[in-house]
C-alpha cells in the first residue's frame, strides 16, 4: 500500500482568505495560497486563530478542496467554540497561519471501482476533495450525506457535482430522508450492492455503524477521526484512539500522525 | 549554527541555550523539515521507561487560558526501541540529545539508566521525578527529599552520563527538593515540570480529561517557573534548564538572568513551530549586548 501522506513533511505558511460565506451554518472559506501543498484527500491543516490567551493552540481543520493549478484551499469551518468562531468570522484578505498538509489521508488506490463516500455533518468536509480525486481516476463515488436538519449538512453542492449519485438525510426530515444516515443506508440495503470500500468522515457512532455494516458486507472500511490536538504532527501524543489489537505494551494510535484516516477495523469507537 | 550563542551546560557545551524539552518534541523527527534537531542546542526525548508504557485513555488534552493541560502518562514504547530505533537515527545528526527517564520503581529507574550506559549519542540523563499524570513514581519521587536523594544516588551508582533532576513545582519548598538532588549527586536540575490543575466540561458535568487531572503548561506558568529557577539558583551552585512557558528570546533571556544556563521550550512548539527560529534570530540581537551570557544577573 502506499503510504497516504504527503511525501516531504509538512510547511508553515500564510494563506490570503479571498472568500467566506455561509453554508448552512458552517462558513466555506477560500484561501489563496503560494506554495504547491499537493495534499492528500483527508489530510489536515492546523491553523492559528488569533485571539490571545484564550485560543493559545491551532485547530486541526480538514482540507475541504485543493486546486493546485489556481492555488486555491477550500476549508468547511463550523463555529463550535471560541478558535473555529474565530476562524468562520475572518475577514477576506487576512493571512490565516497553516501548518501542513499533516496526516495520513485516504488512501485512493483502496478506493476500488465503486467507492461509497459517506459524511455527517461537518464531517463532509474532507470527501469533497476525496470525491473530486476518485472521480479524476474514473472512479466517481455513491455519497451518502447525513446531518441532523438540513442547515447541518456540509458539501452537498459540491458532492452532488463530482459524485455519481448522492442519498440524503436528515434527523428532523427537513432534507432528504428522515432518519441518521446510516439508518437510511440499512433501509436500501440494495444501495451498497457492489460496493468496492466504505470512505467516511463524521461522528463516532456514525463510524461505528459503519464499521458494522462493512464487516457484513466484507468490504473495506476507511474513516476519518476528529479530535482535539495540541502539536499536530505526532509528538505530543495528546490525540490518542484506542487500538482494536494492542501491540507489546503500544495501546494507542495518534490521530494527527497515524491518522487521521484510519481503516476502522483498526480501532475502538465506542 | 551561529557560534556566538554557544553556552555551557554544566559539562556539555551547547551551540545555544534553547532546548526541545521531553514530551513536545518526539524523538526529534516529528516536526521535519519546519523544525530539524539540529537547530537546538540540545534536544530532551520523550520520557523513557524500562518497559513499554501504554499512557493515560483518552481525553489526554484541553485547552486553557495561554496553556494546556496534559495527562498523557508518559506513553513511551520503552528504552530497547529508543536504543534500537531512535539513538541510531539521532547519533546520524548533529544534535546533542538527553534522553528524560521514568520509573514506577527505584529500580525501574535504574534499569533504563544502566541500558543507556555508553550508548553513543546519549550526552546526559534527565530523571523526571515530577510528573504528575501517573499513578505510581513520577511525582511521588519528586515531593520528598528522602525520596529523590534515595533514587539519584542509586542512579548515580549506574551510570557515567551528566545527571539532570527534572523538578516539579507542586512542592511547598522547592529549594528544600534541589538541594537534597544537588547532594545525592545530580550534576544538574531542570524545572519546572508542568502545575497539577484540572478542568470540568459544565456540559457533562464532569473533568474533561480521562485522568481527571492533568499538567498545566505555556505562558500561563511562566512567572512560577521563574520564580523556581531564581529560588534553585539561590539555593544550589547546580546549572539548571530552566522552562516552563518560554515563547520568546526575552523570556530565554529572564530565564537566564534568573539562573539558568540552558532554556527549555515546549508547549510553545504547538503554538506555532517557528518560535525556535524567531527566538534563536532574537537571541543574537540580546546576546550581543552582553560580554557573556547574563546566567543568575538578576540576583541581588
Redesign the interface.
Known amino acids: 500500500m502506499l503510504d497516504p501522506s504527503r511525501e516531504g513533511g509538512p510547511e508553515v505558511f500564510g494563506a490570503r482568505l479571498v472568500h467566506n460565506a455561509p453554508e448552512g451554518r458552517a462558513r466555506r472559506l477560500l484561501l489563496v495560497v503560494e506554495e504547491d501543498i499537493a495534499p492528500v484527500p483527508g489530510q489536515f491543516l492546523q491553523l492559528g486563530v488569533g485571539g490571545g490567551g484564550e485560543t493559545y493552540l491551532r485547530r486541526p481543520i480538514s482540507i475541504a478542496d485543493w486546486d493546485g493549478a489556481r492555488g486555491l484551499l477550500e476549508l468547511l469551518v463550523l463555529p463550535v467554540g471560541k478558535g473555529t468562531g474565530l476562524l468562520a468570522s475572518a475577514q477576506p484578505g487576512s493571512i490565516i497561519d497553516c501548518l501542513g498538509p499533516l496526516g495520513r489521508g485516504f488512501d485512493l488506490d483502496a478506493a476500488g471501482p465503486i467507492p461509497v463516500l459517506v459524511g455527517g455533518g461537518i464531517g463532509a468536509a474532507p470527501l469533497v476533495y476525496l470525491a473530486r480525486r476518485l472521480a479524476e481516476r474514473g472512479c466517481p463515488p455513491l455519497t451518502f450525506l447525513g446531518a441532523s436538519d438540513h442547515p447541518g449538512l456540509a458539501g452537498e453542492k459540491s458532492l452532488t457535482a463530482l459524485s455519481r449519485g448522492v442519498v440524503l438525510a436528515t434527523e428532523d426530515g427537513s432534507r432528504g430522508a428522515t432518519g441518521m444516515i446510516t439508518e437510511v443506508m440499512l433501509r436500501n440495503p440494495g444501495e451498497l450492492e457492489g460496493a468496492t470500500a466504505i470512505m467516511a468522515c463524521g461522528p463516532r457512532g456514525m463510524l461505528a455503524a459503519l464499521k458494522g455494516m462493512a464487516r457484513e458486507r466484507g468490504i473495506p472500511a476507511y474513516g476519518s477521526l476528529e479530535e482535539h490536538m495540541a502539536c499536530g504532527v505526532g509528538a505530543c501524543l495528546g490525540c490518542a484512539v484506542p487500538m482494536s489489537r494492542p501491540e507489546s505494551g503500544k495501546s494507542y494510535l495518534r490521530v494527527c500522525a497515524d491518522g487521521p484516516v484510519f481503516p476502522l477495523e483498526e480501532v475502538i469507537l465506542a | 549554527m551561529n557560534e556566538n550563542l554557544s553556552i555551557r551546560f554544566g559539562s556539555l557545551e551547547l551551540s545555544n541555550p534553547l532546548v526541545a524539552v521531553s514530551?513536545?518534541?518526539?524523538y526529534g523527527f516529528?516536526?521535519?523539515?519546519?523544525i530539524p534537531p539540529e537547530i537546538f542546542g540540545a534536544i530532551v526525548v520523550?520520557g523513557t521507561s524500562l518497559?513499554?508504557?501504554?499512557?493515560?485513555?483518552?481525553?489526554?488534552?484541553?485547552?486553557?487560558?495561554?496553556?494546556?493541560l496534559?495527562a498523557?502518562g508518559l506513553?513511551n514504547?520503552?528504552v530497547e526501541v529508543l536504543v534500537e530505533e531512535y539513538l541510531p537515527r539521532l547519533a546520524a545528526r548533529d544534535v546533542r540529545v538527553i534522553v528524560n527517564v521514568v520509573g514506577k520503581t527505584v529500580e525501574e529507574y535504574v534499569g533504563v539508566a544502566r541500558r543507556l550506559q555508553g550508548i553513543e549519542g546519549v550526552d546526559a540523563l534527565e530523571l523526571n521525578v515530577s510528573c504528575p499524570n501517573v499513578k505510581a513514581g513520577g511525582m511521588s519521587f519528586g515531593t520528598s527529599p528522602a525520596a529523590i536523594d534515595n533514587l539519584v544516588g542509586a542512579v548515580r551508582a549506574a551510570t557515567d552520563a551528566p545527571l539532570i533532576v527534572k523538578l516539579t513545582p507542586n512542592v511547598t519548598d522547592i529549594a528544600e527538593v534541589a538541594r537534597a538532588a544537588e547532594e545525592a549527586g545530580a550534576d544538574a536540575i531542570s524545572l519546572i515540570n508542568t502545575l497539577l490543575g484540572m478542568a470540568i466540561d459544565v456540559d457533562a458535568g464532569k473533568p474533561v480529561l480521562a485522568n481527571v487531572v492533568g499538567g498545566l503548561s505555556?505562558?500561563?506558568v511562566r512567572p512560577v517557573a521563574l520564580r523556581c529557577v531564581y529560588q534553585v539558583r539561590a539555593a544550589t551552585s547546580l546549572p539548571i534548564l530552566g522552562l516552563g512557558g518560554v515563547a520568546s528570546a526575552e523570556d530565554v533571556i529572564a530565564f537566564i538572568m534568573a539562573g539558568a544556563s540552558a532554556v527549555g521550550i515546549g508547549?510553545a512548539?504547538?503554538?506555532?513551530?517557528?518560535a525556535p527560529h524567531r527566538i534563536l534570530s532574537d537571541l543574537a540581537a540580546y546576546r550581543a549586548r552582553y560580554d557573556e551570557w547574563p546566567v543568575g544577573r538578576a540576583h541581588l
Open positions: 514530551g513536545t518534541f518526539g516529528d516536526y521535519e523539515p519546519v520523550k518497559e513499554p508504557w501504554p499512557g493515560n485513555p483518552p481525553p489526554r488534552i484541553v485547552e486553557t487560558p495561554a496553556g494546556m496534559n498523557i506513553e514504547p520503552g505555556g505562558p500561563a508547549t512548539l504547538f503554538a506555532d513551530p517557528l
